[in-house]
């Protein structure tokens, strides 16, 4: 295996009919897609592309829109939702020749920590087949991981990091309003970005440069030509990069012992003997920091993410999800449209939701989680404008059974990641080894527009900290 990258478009082409029978693979195995395209149908398209990632199989999350594709958030409401338009990032990808392989198994509506709150079934983690593969994004983590290349996802609170880390592969979450959103479906607008996951560095610098394209229809995209140009080129550069330095002299990297702390023993083995690696062996200027009320970042996330769950998931009502034939009334058709067609984990949080943000509640609750989320970001930036990075875990615990991290309980696998998401920041998951045959991961966060640093740090870290060829099975 070798990066696409590096991998001419006739190479990739005679590849694919292999690289397709693995996705088929995890389809059967692991529950990985919602919709997997014929072998027929992606080699035409496959054949008939141009550019640069010709003969690149795209598996894509299940709320990103794909025309003609069925695109149905793994819920019962959107079951027979075929877009009539591409998102702007699909679009992106199949104009410099991708090929849309299938739309991958994920939470309902992106709410969940695990993969198992599906329409579908519960997918499943390729490395144990008893246990999660992280969520929301689980079906494109592990597209990547059973002998896959790249996908697309989405995270609003750790979903392209965390299934990432479960599964052992590369997971981006990139600078809010870097990345076009027009598409997505939405969960929580002010959180939420999509994202590549990877196995190999220089194939997430090649998504990457091209996702970043500026977009009209998403206004909270940031403009500056000069800014997208700047970070591109600092992604090709990885591309072409044919060697890397021994040690990374000057680096400054912070990291919390204190919430390192709150990890399993497990995790935290493992994380510490690789600080000591940054430390001794690539001379990195490692630096334990206190990062006060870093705590609270979970109990913020969650009323501002539900406080906008509740009004998007608004839209979901009698006018249009009923059909004449059945209608009797607007109330009653949508109290039952939305008691049977929405999951338990979507209800939920839409209760949980509509009571933060009521009148007699929201000055309680989200009006405070606002200002914890102002803290936390001058916080984190603080922090960034004294170390090029900020080392933090992933997931507290390696990757639970299933059914073990069930309803709030697993809540609490996202302590780490909300983080990235309440600031804006960019934030990478990179595997760093193993816990019982389990795999472990960081993620390291940096400022703002700092992508590509993430990106050449994760090549840095290439065959000297984890093997982007291991795969399971």
């Not at 991998?7 to 693979?25: G, I, M, N």
């Not at 692991?30 to 072998?39: D, G, P, V």
Request: hydrophobic residues 40%.
């Amino acid at each position: 295996m070798k990066p696409l990258a590096e991998t001419p478009a006739e190479e990739r082409l005679k590849q694919l009919k292999t690289v397709y029978s693995r996705q088929r693979e995890a389809a059967e195995r692991f529950n990985a897609y919602i919709t997997l395209r014929s072998l027929e149908e992606v080699e035409e398209d496959a054949e008939s592309s141009e550019g640069p990632l010709k003969g690149v199989l795209l598996p894509i999350k299940d709320n990103i829109s794909t025309r003609g594709v069925k695109t149905t958030c793994a819920s019962r409401m959107l079951a027979g939702y075929s877009p009539p338009y591409d998102a702007s990032v699909v679009k992106l990808l199949k104009k410099a020749g991708a090929t849309v392989v299938g739309k991958t198994n994920m939470d309902e509506f992106a709410m969940g920590s695990t993969g198992e709150n599906s329409a579908f079934g519960p997918t499943r983690n390729p490395w144990d087949v008893d246990r999660v593969p992280g969520g929301s994004s689980s079906g494109s983590a592990v597209a990547v991981a059973y002998h896959g290349y790249v996908s697309l996802g989405s995270d609003t609170g750790g979903s392209i990091r965390l299934p990432a880390c479960y599964c052992g592969v590369l997971g981006l979450k990139p600078t809010y309003g870097l990345v076009s959103r027009f598409g997505l479906i939405p969960y929580a607008e002010s959180l939420e970005q999509i994202g590549p996951f990877s196995r190999f560095s220089k194939d997430l610098a090649m998504l990457m440069k091209l996702l970043i394209e500026y977009d009209e229809m998403d206004m909270t995209m940031t403009p500056s030509t000069s800014l997208r140009n700047s970070i591109a080129s600092r992604l090709e550069a990885i591309i072409k990069s044919t060697g890397k330095p021994a040690v990374v002299n000057g680096v400054k990297i912070a990291y919390s012992s204190k919430l390192i702390s709150l990890a399993d023993s497990r995790v935290q083995r493992v994380i510490e003997n690789f600080i000591s690696y940054l430390r001794d062996e690539m001379h990195a200027e490692v630096s334990d920091v206190d990062l006060p009320m870093l705590d609270k970042s979970l109990s913020a996330y969650y009323i501002i993410a539900m406080v906008e769950a509740s009004s998007n998931l608004a839209r979901y009502d009698a006018t249009y999800y009923i059909t004449r034939e059945t209608y009797t009334s607007y109330w009653q058709d949508t109290i039952r449209l939305r008691s049977e067609k929405f999951g338990d984990e979507v209800k939920r949080r839409i209760i949980m939701g509509s009571f933060a943000s009521s009148a007699g509640y929201m000055g309680r609750y989200y009006l405070k989680a606002l200002k914890v989320r102002r803290f936390i970001k001058n916080l984190v930036s603080e922090v960034l404008s004294r170390f090029d990075f900020l080392l933090m875990p992933v997931s507290p615990s390696p990757p639970p059974k299933l059914g073990e991290a069930v309803g709030v309980d697993a809540y609490a696998l996202d302590i780490y990641t909300v983080v990235p998401n309440l600031t804006g920041h960019p934030a990478l998951a990179i595997p760093i080894g193993f816990s019982s045959g389990l795999p472990v991961g960081v993620q390291f966060i940096s400022d703002y527009y700092k992508d590509a640093e993430l990106v050449y740090l994760a090549y840095l870290l290439e065959d000297r900290v984890y093997d982007p060829r291991k795969a399971p099975g």
